[in-house]
């Protein structure tokens, strides 16, 4: 037998804050509300001395009592409600059960409970039909029936003290359209462009962004006047208080966040930067991996990151719906369960997003999924999209990527991308633009401005310098610094401060690279110097070990090979002496189709500017 806290009702009525009373449901009724088509539960609620014949269960928690885990019986204990006055004449008020704890069952008949000795408020009238639009004072104590009109402008909450424009501070996940004052504090994590759209009643503009805190996500709307007011104001990654918003149930076709409402600013709509952020979350992530997107339908949403291995050129569309002109540009995307897909980026998005960046982690929460060509990725306008964010989701899939995952044999789920071919030395290199002679480099001067500069050339290597070409790199995760031999069998890490028993091979080799007009130096990096030479690190570290007279083979048998090449110039600052250092990007064999084809069409441009 559970002990119910008796007088709890009453205290609660009354305007008292009573810390998780023991309740017991005695009737349950499904009621369908004629605002918004939702389906509701209204309880009884018994205390052990009186009954509250008008509570309504929170619509998060319908599935207790779809499950049969909440029914008629059930004892809880109520953690977090919110009271709201319908009406004062005669009194009505609904107390709304927005979390608890299912604590177990007793008969509804027991004699704790006699149907006989329960007591009710006297003209205490219920109507299914709830549209509420006053709140209790908690920290008042009169009697709920003795209450006077002002008393009822003041909301009532049990959540933690703060308030803002008068109004306590409530948390994302317990807004309901019963609450009429309420505020919030609230990370904005995503905002759209502005849109404009026409319907029978004119035209208009609108955005929406949406809201974190510690308790769940919400979805804000705003239209026209509200546009001015707030598109500017609201910043990605800024907290804000928010208050006086209007609360309707969620459009699931539009809205995808985890919340059965969504907001709209209105004329009375108030919104304040905050300062003090109370450690909000940044982002609300359900990460899947690319493996398991093939079995995603179409058109579901889903947030993937991973590393973008290859980046495609910004072209312009014209839709067939419209028969406007729309920007596009394919990434392609890889992560640790071994596959790659396509993700499209549209508009401003396509346009601004930095081909330069090499190899990148991008995150993307809430992508659309498409079934053309296999299975794709496309970026929508609610779609969140960060590169190389600080979560330790990015910091895995760039450690296995840069630790030998990029040369991992890679399942494409999308058609047009690098099939079942490993994502290294033979995956063709979607983003090849810019193309350049080596004279090019010193006649444009490229490299020399404040940002690197990245161009293509395909070119020869004349010569690979052996020398300090490799050495032995820390073993440890996301480590690649070199290690030092201790002649004890071990081989210390100064950054990660620790001795290991092996150490790992890594390679920087500088080639000497020449076209028609010119040649130049040039750093690769271990996928690429691999590339190159045409054998793995730990195959040729194992020759240098041992002497083998094939370690030097290696070198000399690259030379006079031809490949397409991406390639950086920065200016580098070494031993006072300021120059250009031109490392590779990606290196990749020669397409000859491919390449036969864009000189044929240099030559037809450049026929026709000689006209």
Known sequence: MFQLTRGSLKKILDGNNVADPILQITQMKNIQNNMDGMTRYKVTLFDGETQHTFGILATQKNALVESNQLRIGSVIKLEEFAANVLSKDPPKVVIILLNFEILGEMDANSKQQPAATISQPNKHVQNENI??????????????????????????????????????????????????????????????????????????????????????????????????????????????????????????????????????????????????????????????????????????????????????????????????????????????????????????????????????????????????????????????????????????????????????????????????????????????????????????????????????????VLYAKKDNSMYTACPGENCNKKIFDQNDGTYRCEKCARNYPNFKWRMILNINLADFADSNWATCFQETAETILGIGTEELGELKNSNDPKFDEVFSECAFKEFNFKLRAKMETYNDERRVKVSAVTVEPIDYVQSGRRILEKIKQFAKEQV
Request: hydrophobic letters at 30%; one cysteine or more; a negative charge.
């Open 131 to 460: 549209e509420p639009n006053k709140s209790i004072n908690q920290n008042k104590a009169k009697s709920f029936f003795d209450k006077k009109e002002a008393d009822f402008e003041k909301p009532q909450s049990t959540n933690p003290p703060g308030t803002f424009n008068g109004f306590k501070v409530f948390g994302i996940s317990s807004l309901n359209p019963y609450q009429n004052k309420w505020a919030i504090k609230a990370r904005v994590t995503n905002k759209s462009n502005i849109r404009t759209y026409s319907n029978a009643r004119g035209e208009g503009k609108l955005f929406n962004v949406e809201l974190i805190d510690n308790t769940g996500e919400i979805r804000a709307n705003g239209f026209n006047d509200q546009v001015d007011k707030f598109y500017e104001m609201l910043q990605i990654d800024q907290v804000y208080y928010i208050s006086k918003a209007t609360l309707k149930t969620a459009n699931k076709q539009y809205c995808r966040l985890d919340n059965d409402y969504e907001m709209t600013f209105n004329n009375e709509t108030v919104i304040q930067p905050c300062d003090e952020t109370d450690n909000l979350p940044r982002i609300n992530l359900n990460l899947a991996k690319i493996s398991d997107i093939s079995n995603h339908a179409a058109n579901d949403f889903v947030d993937v990151i991973g590393v973008v291995k290859s980046v495609g050129d910004c072209m312009t569309i014209v839709t067939k719906s419209t028969n406007k002109e729309l920007k596009k540009r394919e990434l392609s995307i890889v992560d640790n369960s071994e596959c790659a897909i396509t993700a499209t980026l549209w508009g401003k998005q396509a346009e601004d997003y930095d081909s330069s960046d090499s190899f990148p982690v991008i995150l993307l929460k809430g992508a659309k999924v498409g079934d053309y060509n296999g299975r794709t990725l496309s970026v929508t306008s609610t779609t969140v999209v960060q590169i190389n964010p600080d979560i330790p989701e990015a910091h895995t899939v760039k450690g296995w990527f840069e630790q030998g995952g990029s040369e991992s044999e890679i399942q494409d789920l999308s058609s047009q991308g690098a099939g079942g071919s490993g994502m290294g030395a033979g995956t063709s290199i979607i983003g090849h633009t810019n193309w350049k002679f080596l004279d090019q480099l010193k006649d444009e001067k490229l490299g020399m401005g404040d940002k690197a500069d990245y161009f293509s050339t395909k070119a020869y």
